[in-house]
């Protein structure tokens, strides 16, 4: 059974950081894709609603990160330990959202978390 477990939510003020995690079970890690996808509040509970963040692809160090972020948000993988972070600096309070972790694994087949919540307000 493939699990995605998310921590490292929380209630931040501007300009703060907060760093989340990602542990995975169940599925070929190293071969995955790992992202990061947000949904504002208000947005529908599907998937589709969700706006990607940051992605590490797999056998590779290479990242994508959205332009709404960059420069603010690093994603790092840890193969040994099944886990993806998103290390969160400089926070704004249009980051406030459910975030989400995502696994695409080597087979096109497509994994969620069930989400943390960050919100930035002071």
């Known amino acids: 059974q493939v699990r995605l477990v998310e921590s490292g939510g929380g209630v931040v003020q501007p300009g703060g950081s907060l760093t989340l995690s990602c542990v995975t079970s169940?599925?070929?890690?190293?071969?995955?894709?790992m992202s990061w996808y947000r949904q504002a509040p208000g947005k529908g509970g599907d998937p589709i609603e969700r706006d990607f963040v940051a992605a590490a692809f797999s056998r590779t160090p290479e990242t994508n990160v959205a332009d709404s972020v960059k420069g603010r948000f690093t994603i790092a993988r840890d193969n040994a330990k099944n886990t993806v972070y998103l290390i969160m600096d400089n926070l704004k309070p249009e980051d406030t959202a459910e975030y989400y972790c995502?696994?695409?694994?080597?087979?096109?087949?497509?994994?969620w978390g069930q989400g943390t919540q960050v919100t930035v307000s002071s």
């Open positions: 995502n696994a695409q694994t080597s087979g096109d087949y497509d994994f």
């Open positions: 169940g599925l070929s890690f190293s071969t995955s894709v």
